[in-house]
């Protein structure tokens, strides 16, 4: 089992106003640690790339690089947000428990994206936020973020669109699972998640794709099978490589496209921000 990652102070890596601090992880081949490199991070996260220079310097000078790890909890169903996180690297999926334990995913959270949005209204949220996908993020203190969300309408009106997206990709999801498929939900889902993310292909399980649709495993495995005949996908061992693109798209319903055109209409590139 692997170490959990040390926080160090890293000696001569201020850049780009982020703090001097980085998160080391063990290399298991290795048997050595390497400090991550985060100087141009930001230019990999939809938002912060979106921001203009002032703006994202100040925020900047407050973060740090972290490591999320899979499963690791970034906040909880009406816990409170202590930090907020633009993903590099890491995918969070946005998922609502009921009171017998069992969720559904509303939505995910990866490079195009920030988790903590309920910071913004009363630090109240219904959803838990859990790492689907290992890898980097930037981090800051949720009070650091709502100061600057009160003090700069160029950072509210980002966060505000960001925010409308969010909501238009859970109700195309809540759309989804209802009229269309399950073979076409699970391409929207393998589609919107390579969308989200830097690695080519996705580890998931059977059991995690299940739980993120909410249905029942045998169902999951029937549809990646036919994606599978299809040409589309290859998955092996927990691994979803995508073979077809474009039939992948094709052979999935509208929610994919309509979401990722939300998305570009809300977060296209504006002098205000
Ligand atoms: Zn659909």
């Known amino acids: 089992m692997k170490n959990p990652p040390v926080l160090v102070a890293a000696d001569a890596a201020v850049h780009a106003g982020v703090h001097a601090q980085a998160w080391l992880q063990d290399d298991p081949n290795e048997g050595v640690r390497h400090g991550l490199d985060y100087a ?58 009921d009171r017998t334990g069992a969720c559904a995913e509303v939505a995910t959270v990866g490079r ?44 509210r009106r980002l966060l505000l669109a ?21 073979e076409q939900q699970l391409a929207r889902l393998i589609l919107l998640r390579l ?15 299940a739980g993120m649709l909410g249905v029942r495993r045998e169902s999951v495995t029937l549809a990646a099978a036919r994606l599978q005949q ?18 992948l798209e094709g052979r999935c319903c509208d929610c994919y496209r309509t979401i990722r055109l939300e998305f570009d209409r809300l977060l296209r590139p504006r002098p205000a921000y």
């Open 40 to 97: 141009d991070d930001w230019r990999y996260n939809r938002l912060l790339a979106s921001l203009l220079p002032a703006h994202r310097e100040r925020l900047l000078a407050s973060a740090e690089c972290v490591y999320l790890r899979s499963a690791q909890m970034l906040h909880e169903a009406a816990g409170f947000i202590q930090w907020v996180y633009f993903p590099i690297t890491a995918l969070a999926s946005l998922t609502v428990p």
């Open 112 to 155: 195009d994206g920030v988790v903590g949005l309920p910071l913004i209204d009363g630090n109240y949220t219904r959803s838990r936020a859990v790492v689907q996908v290992p890898g980097k993020a930037l981090r800051l203190r949720a009070s650091v973020v709502a100061e600057e969300f009160a003090r700069h309408a160029a950072v």
């Open 162 to 182: 960001y925010s409308q997206a969010l909501v238009a990709e859970i109700v195309q999801t809540a759309l989804c699972s209802r009229h269309h498929a399950l």
């Open 195 to 209: 969308d989200r993310q830097q690695a080519g292909e996705l580890a998931m399980t059977q059991e995690s794709m």
């Open 230 to 247: 299809g040409g589309y996908i290859r998955y092996a061992r927990g691994h979803i490589a995508v073979q077809d693109r474009g039939g």
